[in-house]
């Protein structure tokens, strides 16, 4: 077998992912000072009864978040890659042109885990060096076990959840699509397991323990090597015939009929309004879509079932609630930056902000018909959880609600989230001021790359396990107000900044972005 | 280079006057001074990286530029007067996901200046089907979309930039025969931007050659043509 560092295919793949790793002076400089805010940020604001277990825990997660991430990310900008021609092209079979990009994945995830890992270790050695573990004097005698365990752990994920993420290229269409469910269902409850871990609930530490974890590394150390082979035959043998078929910026799927009988999105008004209707068309095409409407119906069973198991305990009921109104703190920071990022990249955005319109009215089209259909889909839900709590309450099932005060913990958690989604989603208004220079850029782009953590911070701060017990007073309320008051102000100059400098979006997409490595990548050292 | 002024006599459509522009600290557009008179049809040309596609975004008020003044019809360019330009971008994508008619509904409540006339005629003139996806389209036929989107405005300046990149013959003789029956009253201003010299060469009145983010030079075509050049051989002559 050829040395992986002889083989061009791999070298060409590991030239593009190596631009990001601390293989040059620069990089290694960004990645220490990275290291160092994320030791001293985490260092002082982790609570004192989070356990080493947790935190290393926590970094599973988030190694297999950014894992999943990559894999997906390629699979999903490989089609529109402008290089993608001439990668498919090149004279190697298939699989080994997939086999390269795996590798090249797998070892950029391998280099985030080890950066995790080194992170974990120097919190957790920080904190029993200043007696934080006090209450379990044995914990510091368990980290160097803990960290060959957990070690183990995250190099067994990297190939795992990357493969896992790069096998999307294969289930485009066809009854392949029906693969995203359980795709989604591996993927999105990492977000929540970042938090879940944390639980100093005896349960939970027995599943984060050392034990578990180096139990389960040998486990998935095995299965890694076949889902890997499996992976590449899978993208190679579906993936890649899509993939020569897929015309740049073309329909996502091939089923979509090449005409329409008669128009699905009518115009309506003029002004703000048409504009709205505008926005507001782009989401109503993609939850047309098959496998959005599957995912969509599912969720709605999910909540009427929910509903109704889940109204026999009140914070059962609080904790759906949470759960159901969850995405209105996230999902219109993620959805924003996405789709104006993606406008522009796909040169739509120039047609968009050429619109005889003001730059604020266009932005606030953006962001009402981003949130119209946040709340549509999650009004949807709840009404699901509450026809199922119905039903419940209907066939004579115990319904031991106190309707008085879970209704008004419930207003609070629904009222709490929608202003921490107001707050992020106004920042992220701003966020073309973020390519002005770096100043701006290193205040706004954690903001809203927080945005996909964001339910770690809501159940930090604002619902926490006492306000899901029923414990909401006027503190709370403060609180609430707080955050509402800013994503006012922070919401209305966001608009302004983003108003603002909406044009910078025009000379940053992927590809100048991809111009701008390559330029600085000629001034270095040879990558291979 | 001093300011050139091309067209007719009166308020220019366009005046730039000592406009630059820098790009990732690399500077793009450099004195960059010329007056188009209103109810011309200028080209913009120059080799790739000349800088054309950032001046007709500073002209449509897209970017703004770091120093000197950008004047359409007397009055500072900016987003605030996109309701008097039609621009077409270059290489510039509609929404995939709408049919043509979908999207011309919607940008006949987006545009203030739309004309329903107008855009019957084109549609028919272009040969758009208005049914189809645009995402199902070939490249020639959503060029012809776009331009169709322009065309059906009512604005008194039409910047085109790139309009033929991409498209085949049939296409291009349609664009070009659709842009000179938009110019028959004369009261439209047009900037375009383009390498085929060749096929809008009969159109112009003017051009103006653009290269290294500086003016190389102005000239009117007429005047071109009574000395017995080209606007090739002129083209020859600047960048060769």
Redesign the interface.
Known sequence: MKKLTEDPLFALEWSSSRLFLPFSVRNAAVWAAFLAIVVIGVGLFLPDDITPESLFACGAAMIAIIGFSIGLGSALTQRENPWKDWWLTMPHSREALVRAKLLAMILTVGSFAAGIWLACVLIAAVRAQSGVYWTDPGTAGRLPGDMLAYALAYAAEAPICASLGLSLLGMYSGYRRWLLLPLAALFLPLYGMISAVLSPNAAVQRAVSAEAFFYGACAALLVAAPLCKGVVRFVAGYGMPELARHRS????TRK??????Q????????GFR??F??ER??YR??SSSSPARVLYVMLVLAAAAGGCFAVAQPQGILNLIMGLTMATAWAPSIVLSLVTQTDAN???L??W???????RTLLLARWTAVWATVLKGAAGLLAAMIAGAAVRWGIGGSVPVLWNRDGHTALYVAVSLLAMGLLLSGITLAYPAAYRNAWTAWLILPVTSGAAIAPIFASRWLVTERVLAGEVGPEQWRTAAIVAAAALALGGAGLALGAKWL?LY??NTQDAAQR?RGAGRSRGRPLV | MGMTKLGRAGAPAIRCDKVEVSIKKKKVLNQVAFEVGAGCLAGLLGPNGAGKSTLLRLLTGLLPPDSGSVELFGAPAGPDRLAEVSFLPDRGQLPVYLSAGEWLGFAARLYPDWSRARERELTAKLEVDPARRIGSMSRGEEARLQLLTCLSREAPLLILDEPFTGVDLLSRERIASAVVGEMADGERTFLIATHDIREMEHLFDSIVLLGDGTVKAAYEVEALRESGRSVESCYREVFA
């Open positions: 910026n073309g329909l996502l979509r009929k090449e005409t329409v009988s128009a699905r999105f009518k115009a309506n008004g003029t048409a504009l209707g505008f068309s782009r095409h993609f796909r040169r739509r120039v047609w902000i050429a619109l005889p319109f003001r730059r044009h025009l000379t701008l």
